[in-house]
């Protein structure tokens, strides 16, 4: 059974860390590029990050650029996201997400096959 299981979210105050981590069952991550999306309470879920099969090749949504990182260990079949200087409006409910191929639209939603149940972060004071 093909599974993804997200761990790593949270409460954590504005300006703190979190790693979020995605681990891959049943089948193996390294044949497949992997997106973090969120879900904002009210929102629909949006692209957060993405990643190449290869670890080579990444994209940020714009909101994210020089505080979230993303990397994978294919060795071990997890992706993480390491997210810094945390704000308020990251709240979210945090998914993975694998996919074939790396190009346009990683960020397009219905382009990706798998997705694990999701991780909350929350940023409070």
């Known amino acids: 059974q093909l599974q993804f299981v997200e761990s790593g979210g949270g409460l954590v105050q504005p300006g703190g860390s979190l790693r979020l981590s995605c681990a891959a069952s049943?089948?193996?991550?390294?044949?497949?590029?992997i997106g973090w999306f969120r879900q904002a309470p009210g929102k629909e879920r949006e692209g957060v990050s993405c990643?190449?099969?290869?670890?080579?090749?990444?994209n940020y949504t714009d909101s994210v650029k020089g505080r979230f990182t993303i990397s994978r260990d294919n060795a071990k079949n997890t992706v993480y996201l390491q997210m810094n200087s945390l704000k308020p409006e990251d709240t979210a409910v945090y998914y993975c997400?694998?996919?074939?191929?790396?190009?346009?639209?990683?960020?397009?939603?219905?382009?990706?096959?798998?997705w694990g149940q999701g991780t909350q972060v929350t940023v409070s004071s």
């Open positions: 997400a694998a996919r074939s191929g790396y190009g346009l639209g990683m960020f397009e939603q219905n382009t990706y096959a798998y």
């Open positions: 049943g089948f193996t991550l390294r044949s497949y590029s």
């Open positions: 990643i190449s099969s290869g670890g080579t090749v990444t």
